[in-house]
């Protein structure tokens, strides 16, 4: 009987089993004993060459270090990454195998970088870096007791606002003169203003919007329900909250009739939200803040603006139109405005909500702002960041003084550095070009700056920036049409030395 053609297919796989089973097995013995030149882990720890190690950073670490590099060995033996020539260099300079594993092991994951993107509040980056001032005043106040709650005139126990409430009521008299000062929506009269700090700007509107509005309606305009980074939407903080969301208005037209035809026995609060990371232009129409403020004061309900950004700085002196101080907010009227730390202003990360002084007060009663409150650190680099806004000392702010640069100064800067770098594998070429704000603020406006444009044989752009990220401290920049992008806006002018020596081994 003839073979069918299960049986003709099984004899011709039978017949090829032989070569390919020897083949295997070559390789079978090849990993075999490659996987028996690796030494165990004790051995390895225990091991002259790794002494020196044990010596400075203990035998547990140093432990945990070998046991990892050897993984990595069997793991690359198992996958035939390592062959027997591979694998002898592996093991030759293992103890800076384990040294490196230990660095990063016990090295800290947070750490500072140099960024050469241009983008002055880069939120991935950790937005504005703070002042001299501020970081010398966190040294000390970290480093022992302070007086963060405790009124030293009468020994009581006192509030972490007093230490930078006097800052913000010497800046609201200086800006805001007494008959400018927004009207105290609950009984007409004119007051100082008053301002409570918490941890980020998303708490200053959660606690606002608690505080003022929990099961009752919040107006907010269509074209105002954004969303900014981390999927931080208006209308799920408002649901957070508990209040309840009554849009008014279409995306690019919402008048000020929309707002009071919505007005009704469940209205507790008028919002304005700042239009973060984009703008809405052409057939457009937004009601005022002094005509929302005017609205609220007729209806007795109180009226919110959520800034974002927040600037204690006139803007359009450097150049940036189209983004109204909180200053601006108050002035027109608006009886809260809640705005961040770290943008605009130049500080650490907090949220502030500055305004009339009893509805502030009833924030600060509120459970949920000990929650929501920020720490003596937060505080000392604020107070410091304040002080510089009351002496009018702005260039020491780093973010300030990055908008204020002149796009000659950075050209000359840049220039000098590539003429330090340039090699014939390195090329580098200055270039104009622009800088923006970031941080969700002025989105629409750019500052004119000097680019510097690398491009090196052999590597693609992909590939230089991830060098330039494995550089101590790693450099961040940006792609465009298939170059390495620096913008030294945002670079620091003690870091161009050591920016210098990075590029220089690039084109080595």
Known sequence: MAPNSASMLSWDNLR?????????????????????????????????????????????AVTDASRTVLNKMRQGIAEGLLAKSALDLALSSVADAVDAELRRMLGYSLQPVINATGVI???????????????????????????????????????RDMHVDRLFQSLFTDRLPENKLPANQTDGAHSSLATVVVNNNAAAVLLALNT???????????????????????PDVMGKSGAILREVGSTNRTRIADYENAINERTR?????????????????????????????????????????????????IGIGGEDSVFDSLRSGIGVVTYSGDKLLGGPQAGL???????????????????????????AALEATLLAYVKRDHDSIPALRMMRLQKEDIGKRAEALAAVVRSPRLQAELMDGESVIGGGAAPSSVLPTRLLALSCDGITADALTERLRAARPPVIARIEEGRVILDLRTVFREQDEALGSILKTLGQ
């Open 16 to 60: 090829v089993r032989p070569q390919a089973s020897n083949q295997a097995t070559k390789k079978i013995t090849s990993k075999s004993e490659s996987f028996r030149k690796l030494p165990s882990v004790d051995e390895l720890t225990r091991s002259d060459a790794l002494a020196p190690l044990v010596t400075s950073h203990g035998f547990a």
């Open 121 to 159: 509040l880069h939120t991935n980056l950790g937005r504005a870096p703070l002042s001299e001032a501020a970081i010398e005043h966190i040294r000390h106040t970290a480093a022992s007791y302070s007086n963060l709650e405790f009124d030293l005139t009468d020994g009581q126990r006192g509030k």
């Open 212 to 234: 003022l509005a929990e099961g009752g309606e919040v107006i907010v305009s269509r074209g105002e329900l954004v969303e900014i980074g981390g999927s931080f939407r208006i």
């Open 269 to 317: 609060l008028l919002l304005r939200v700042h239009r973060s990371n984009f703008e809405i232009t052409g057939f457009t129409e937004r009601a005022s803040t002094s005509e929302l403020a005017e609205l609220a004061r007729k209806h007795s309900l109180p009226q919110m603006e959520d800034l974002g950004s927040g600037a204690l700085l006139d803007l359009n002196s």
């Open 353 to 379: 909500i500055s305004g009339n002084p009893d509805l502030i007060s009833r924030m600060r009663s509120n459970s949920l702002f000990r929650a929501l409150r920020a720490d003596k650190l937060t505080y």
